[in-house]
């Protein structure tokens, strides 16, 4: 490859670099625990021993995150909070936390086709976790927020 092909090819390597979507994730107002480990703290502050604890269901939810001009300008909004998702799904499961939650983010086709960071970039977001209760009363999560 030549001098001048392989500045080519550098300079776009490093003007497309910046190009992606950003995402934050709260659950500010969640009434469950909800943990990135497979543990979770009972209302005593100690961990809750994992055999007490039954698996109810599964937490799921996904959106897309875009954002344009190297990430700078946000077309769909960067911040989520999936507290609403979290109350609703482990109140269906009848569960009392979430454990081994899991933020995965993947490119969307049309960040394949950006073009120096000036159209918009996608990226997709999948949010998994293990809804879970108590198998006995003995072992006490913190209990749910009002």
């Known amino acids: 490859m030549s001098g001048p092909m392989r500045r080519a090819l550098l300079g776009l390597l490093v003007l497309t670099a910046g190009c992606g979507a950003r995402s934050y994730i709260r659950a500010d107002s969640a009434r469950y625990p909800v943990s990135l480990s497979s543990g979770v703290r009972g209302a005593d502050g100690k961990l809750v021993d994992p055999q007490a604890l039954q698996k109810t269901g599964e937490f799921h939810s ?41 933020v995965q983010s993947a490119a969307t ?25 108590r198998q006995s009363l003995s072992a006490s999560l913190a209990a749910p927020r009002p």
């Open 62 to 102: 996904d959106y897309t995150a875009c954002r344009m001009f190297w990430t700078l300008v946000p077309v769909k909004s960067a911040h989520r909070d999936i507290s609403d998702e979290v109350n609703q799904q482990v109140a269906e499961a009848h569960g009392e936390a979430i454990v081994n939650l899991s």
């Open 109 to 133: 086709v049309w960040s394949f086709i950006t073009f120096l960071g000036v159209f918009p970039d996608c990226g997709k977001v999948d949010i998994t976790g293990d809804i879970v209760a």
